[in-house]
Each structure stands twice: as structure tokens, then as C-alpha cells.
């Protein structure tokens, strides 16, 4: 019989050596600055010439609108605040035209008066000053009662008043007269007493009133 074989013995590992203490790593440098990079591109340096002038007008158009708007606003706002406070002191000026306009419309529709004084120089001899008197001579037909008319433009009548007594003055004697409800709307009038003959007068003349008539000489 063989002798058994024999098995090589493992090789030994080599102890490892012991490894001096761990250094601190050196402190990494810093890197270098990098240069810096092309400015950004604007937006508007992209845009073409006349696309930029379109939109800096736009937007000019809109300014523009709306400072208008706030002006507008404003005035609105403080015209409302004038408004409300002349209506708490008066009426609308609306309604005070349309009253004007009514009370013009009417007092050129309505029938008006004149009044007046007719004297007769020198007549009332011999009576005391404030006492009555009445015309003599060639004006016998002057007196309480004679006819005052007055007629348009056309010729007609549109009323008729009267004298009253005559009073004596130092001028003379002087009857007072009114005439009602006249015609109104003639370019002119023509008052006249008895049959002396007729003086012209305006409509404005006979509303005011105050006419002064004299017959006779000094």
C-alpha cells in the first residue's frame, strides 16, 4: 500500500505592516473666476424698428386714454357735487327757464294796460290850483268822460279808456287817463283822444305807461 500523500501546507499570509496615522488632506484650491458671460439681450433690442414704434404708441394711446378717463371722472364727480349744492338752494335751472319762458310767452298773449295824462296848456283860467277844471274855448270837448282809443298798426281798434276829472295846474288843465286789455302783438299803436288826432307809440311805450300828452299853446 501507498502511503497516503500529504497535503503542502497553506502558504502564510504576511501580516499587514502598520500604516503610519492619517495626514489631513491639504485644503483644495479655489477655483478661478470665470469671466462674466455677454450681458443679457433686451427684449425690445430683439424687436424690429417699426415693431417697436408700434407698441411704444400703443401703449403712449393707452396712457393717454387713461388720464382722460380720470379727468373725466373728476369732473363728472365734482359737477354732481356743484349740482346737488345749488339744488338745495334753488330750483333746477331747467325748471326756472321753463318758468321764464312761460311767463314771457304768456305776458306777449295776455291783453295789457296804459295809462297817462293828457294837459291843456293855459285852460282853467281863473281856478285855483287842485280844484277840477275842464277845456274851454276850442277844447270844450276836453273833459270828464271824453274817449280815449287806441288802435294797431292796421288801423283797428283793440281798446278804449276814458278821462277823468281834470285837475288845474300850474301847466294848464290835466286829465288823467287809463286804457284796458290792449291787444298785444302790434309792431306799433296810436292813442288818441277824441278826435285831436292819434300820437305812435311801441308796445314797450304803452306797457311802461306814463304817457304824457298836451294840447294847446303856451
Known amino acids: 500500500m501507498s502511503a497516503p500523500e500529504q497535503q503542502a501546507p497553506e502558504p502564510q499570509q504576511p501580516e499587514p505592516e502598520p500604516q503610519p496615522d492619517a495626514q489631513p488632506l491639504p485644503p483644495v484650491p479655489p477655483l478661478p ?4 458671460g455677454p450681458a ?15 407698441v411704444g404708441a400703443g401703449m403712449g394711446a393707452a396712457a393717454v386714454g387713461l388720464c382722460w378717463m380720470l379727468v373725466a371722472l373728476t369732473g363728472t364727480s365734482e359737477a354732481e357735487g356743484g349740482t346737488a349744492t345749488k339744488g338745495s338752494q334753488t330750483s333746477p335751472p331747467t325748471a326756472a327757464g321753463q318758468d321764464e ?3 314771457d310767452a304768456e305776458e306777449t298773449s295776455t291783453p295789457f294796460s296804459t295809462d297817462g295824462t293828457l294837459t291843456v296848456t293855459n285852460a282853467g ?4 290850483i287842485g280844484d277840477v277844471c275842464s277845456g274851454t274855448g276850442g277844447y270844450d270837448d276836453i273833459h270828464l268822460g271824453t274817449q280815449v282809443t287806441v288802435t294797431d298798426a292796421d288801423g283797428t281798434l283793440v281798446a278804449m279808456g276814458m278821462l277823468l ?3 288845474k295846474t300850474e301847466a294848464g288843465c290835466e286829465f288823467a287817463f287809463t286804457v284796458d286789455d290792449i291787444t298785444p302783438g302790434s309792431k306799433f299803436y296810436t292813442v288818441e283822444v277824441s278826435h285831436r288826432g ?3 307809440q311801441t308796445e314797450e311805450d ?6 304824457a300828452f ?5
Not at 206 to 211: E, H, M, T
Request: glycine fraction near 14%; avoid cysteine; proline fraction near 7%.
Open 33 to 36: 473666476e470665470q469671466p462674466p
Open 40 to 54: 443679457p439681450v433686451s427684449r425690445w433690442a430683439s424687436l424690429s424698428r417699426n415693431a417697436a414704434m408700434a
Open 101 to 103: 319762458k312761460a311767463k
Open 125 to 128: 283860467a281863473g281856478v285855483k
Open 165 to 167: 276829472f281834470g285837475e
Open 198 to 200: 292819434g300820437l305812435t
Open 206 to 211: 304803452l306797457r311802461a305807461g306814463g304817457l
Open 214 to 218: 298836451s294840447l294847446g299853446s303856451d
